[in-house]
């Protein structure tokens, strides 16, 4: 079905997909040691046109990771480290009245903020206050930028990639469920394994890190991100897709058990969008011709962890959105029955 609906030259821009995924892997491989499933979603996530949100202790390379992907692009980077301080303006850019030498006439000119860039890491996002949050995510949402009068628009490609400590919450602002809806994924970034730690241990100490070579620039990326959206998705798969949105849903007549026991809300309309478009993209970077329900099953769990809210039978029992979302992807059927 996927060859039909796809002509030759179409076919040859999925295998030039394929064949950057494995060039941007083997560049960022010289710097990061494992964390596979986390490059792979972080990739999935930016040629879809997504946000991340990077969710893990510190000390294991999730700044490292987003400078060294901006070095394989070839895109423009900026790094925010979010404190309490932080105003707005810090980030958007703010208006400076300059004074002309010349003609010694006094006019505001617009200094531009670090979010006018390709790749933001917003380092912490969780240490700044709602209001300076807001202003980053409303560029996320919006991909421009209002100061009084006049609206920038952001460089493309855009993208953001958060990071948020999950241990010291004293001090933090957490991000609120409308806000966290608009990172596309949000990703757990877990201890390395013995084998990989022992490696990185060793390189690190050595002074044999690799130096990653751009492979991709800005405009090769928007084109790719405009053949995500061409990749087909069958009815079936858009059908699993519903069920799946539909289960997280407590309140409904047919919701699954889990759902009616450990949720107080579940997942809106832009997960069932972003469960389709991070299967497109990830089928895609694999240099296949069609999104599959494998696809949408392996993006479940970033799309949809944040995007559930728990009850206080959860909270007593220790059960997470990612226990939820393993009972789900186990209790709806891949056919409609």
């Not at 491989?29 to 510190?58: N, Y």
């Not at 209001?131 to 930028?145: C, I, N």
């Not at 690190?204 to 620039?217: C, I, M, N, S």
């Amino acid at each position: 079905m996927g060859e039909e609906l796809w002509g030759a030259q179409d076919a040859q821009l999925v295998e030039q997909a394929r064949a950057s995924r494995d060039r941007i892997l083997a560049e960022i491989r010289k710097v990061i040691i494992g964390q596979e499933d986390l490059v792979e979603q972080v990739l999935v996530a930016l040629f879809a046109g997504g946000h991340v949100l990077m969710v893990g202790v510190p000390g294991l390379a999730k700044t490292l990771l987003v400078s060294t992907l901006a070095r394989t692009l070839a895109v423009g980077f900026k790094r925010i480290q979010f404190t309490p301080d932080m105003m707005p303006s810090d980030i958007t850019g703010t208006d400076v009245l300059e004074e002309d030498h010349a003609t010694g006439r006094k006019q505001f000119v617009f200094v531009r903020g670090p979010v006018f860039t390709n790749l933001v890491l917003a380092d912490e996002i969780n240490r700044t206050p709602p209001k300076t949050q807001a202003a980053l995510l409303e560029a996320m949402q919006e991909k421009h930028v209002t100061v009084g009068r006049t609206t920038y628009p952001l460089d493309e490609p855009f993208m953001v990639m958060a990071t948020q400590n999950p241990i010291e919450q004293e001090g933090t602002y957490p991000l609120p469920e409308a806000q966290l809806d608009r990172f596309m994924f949000m990703v757990w970034v877990d201890y390395p394994k013995e084998a990989e730690l022992k490696e990185i241990i060793k390189v690190t100490t050595a002074g044999r890190l690799g130096e990653p070579q751009p492979v991709l620039d800005g405009p090769a990326v928007l084109r790719l991100r405009e053949a995500v959206r061409l990749i087909p998705i069958s009815d079936h798969v858009l059908d699993y897709i519903v069920r799946l949105v539909e289960a997280t849903h407590p309140k409904d007549a047919a919701a699954l058990e889990a759902s009616r026991k450990y949720l107080a809300w579940g997942a809106g309309p832009r997960a069932g969008q972003y469960l389709s478009l991070g299967a497109k993209s990830r089928a895609l970077l694999r240099g296949n011709l069609q999104a599959t329900i494998a696809d949408v099953r392996a993006v479940a769990h970033p799309v949809l962890r944040h995007r559930l809210v728990t009850n206080y039978t959860a909270l007593a029992e220790g059960v997470g959105t990612d226990d939820v979302v393993d009972a789900i992807l186990k209790a709806v059927p891949e056919t409609r029955s």
